[in-house]
């Protein structure tokens, strides 16, 4: 079987999308200062923040130059309006473009990576003639604090972002030890779990949420900051900020599961497939829709669709956002565990794509762990229309056409 399953998984990829090339450029440079989504308008933060168990381990520096995201949020209603990932050097120095901040309006400023703890400039900072630089590493006053700590982490003079969380839910603690222990049982190495950047996971990179943990350490945040959960027809879905697009985080799970074999139909009731016809894969991976379903039997793009209220079905032109927002890095988008060398998952956008596979007219379904598809809203010509597809071979982010009665995954964007 191991031997005959990937030639069965490219026959039905290839029988399942009609390929063609991406129509974007092809943007490599993960760096936010020379990439092409730069426009004239943009205003230029240079922020200036260490990583705790990267300058630990490299002690007058990073041991390697991470990536980061960074957030710029409204002073007052506290929401994020935008989000930049980019590098910082190995002293700490990145520039980060942004496209909808403007001159003289205060934002917060908030640093976030997969393995640190979210953490925020102390107040407000405002762009004067296009630029803003903010250095968290000069003193503890630096990031906001509710109080309940230290919001930093000082190491050899200089204040630093806390290492730990690794399953970004806000707080380091014993949760986050399972990626790490589970590399360093396996000798598997994923980047997220190597807290210290030596190229190993072991118990080194436990150290850190060690000891953060016994201290209690997690993120601060100004009181009012909006939740980043929705709840649509009885379930509870996170959000993400990518850029100024707001996504659902997971798959949506709407509707009623009806058997492969029948076809989803303009009936006023929302039908969905789940994979292999068991309901406990759309609570993993979310619904599986025909393109005429996650519409509801509209061709416009950008219709709401099976989604909730405020939020459609991404145009391919708002997926083309994405993919370059995330400088064509698939592996960006990946939950972490998804994919396997080459295409092992980051998860650095927070997208947590999973390889959800796809259902076929004829009932049979195909590609789990091996592909994600997910639906635009934009038609090909009147059988095809264009998707966004994620595989676990490489960080190929595909954006071709395919036959809209397969069943594939619905992402909503926020309106
Ligand atoms: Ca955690
Ligand atoms: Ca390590
Ligand atoms: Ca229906």
């Not at 803003?132 to 906001?144: E, M, N, R």
Request: aromatic share 10%; hydrophobic share 30%; glycine share 10%.
């Amino acid at each position: 079987m191991k031997i005959i399953i990937p030639f069965i998984v490219i026959f039905l990829y290839i029988q399942n999308v009609a390929y063609s090339q991406p129509a974007f450029p092809v943007e490599k440079t993960k760096s936010v200062i020379t990439s092409g989504s730069q426009n004239t308008s943009s205003l230029n933060l240079t922020v200036t923040a260490l990583i705790e168990a990267l300058y630990v381990a490299g002690k007058t520096s990073m041991s390697l130059s991470p990536t980061i995201t960074v957030e710029l949020h409204d002073a007052t209603s506290k929401a994020g309006i935008e989000s930049r990932i980019g590098s910082l050097s190995t002293a700490g120095v990145g520039t980060f473009s942004f496209t909808s901040a403007v001159n003289g309006t205060p934002y917060y400023i908030v640093i976030k990576s997969v393995n640190t703890v979210e953490t925020w400039s102390a107040n407000p900072q405002s762009f004067t003639a296009g630029s803003l630089s903010y250095d968290f590493t000069t003193g503890v006053s630096k990031a906001y604090t509710d109080g309940s700590n230290p919001p930093m982490a000082l190491h050899n003079g200089k204040w630093c972002i806390y290492s730990g969380d690794l399953n970004q839910d806000g707080f380091v603690s014993g949760d986050d030890f399972t990626g790490v222990d589970n590399d360093n049982t396996l000798f598997n190495y994923h980047p997220i779990n190597d807290l210290n950047g030596d190229g190993f996971i072991s118990g080194d990179d436990d150290t850190f949420i060690d000891n953060n943990n016994s201290a209690f350490i997690g993120k601060q945040i100004p009181p009012g900051v909006p939740s980043n959960t929705i709840t649509y027809s009885g379930q509870t879905y996170n959000t993400v900020l990518i850029g100024t697009q707001w996504w659902l985080k997971e798959n949506l799970n709407v509707g009623a599961r009806i058997n492969g074999t029948q076809n989803q139909s303009n009936n006023g009731n929302i039908e969905k497939y789940c994979y292999n016809d068991s309901l406990i894969n759309c609570s993993r991976y979310g619904g599986l829709y025909q393109w005429n379903e996650a519409m509801q039997y509209v061709t416009t793009e950008k219709a709401q669709g099976v989604c909730p209220s405020g939020w459609h079905i991404p145009s391919n032109s708002e997926i083309t956002t994405l993919v370059t927002n995330v400088g064509s890095d698939g592996n960006e988008l990946k939950a972490v565990g998804q994919g396997g060398g080459l295409g092992s998952g980051t998860n650095i956008s927070g997208f947590s794509a999973l390889l959800s596979g796809s259902s076929a007219s004829d009932g049979s379904f195909s590609d789990v762990a091996n592909y994600g598809y997910f639906w635009s809203s934009t038609q090909y010509n009147i059988t095809l229309s264009r998707l966004m597809t994620l595989d676990t071979f490489d960080n190929n982010i595909g954006q071709g056409q395919s036959n809209n009665a397969n069943g594939f995954s619905v992402r909503c964007l926020k309106n």
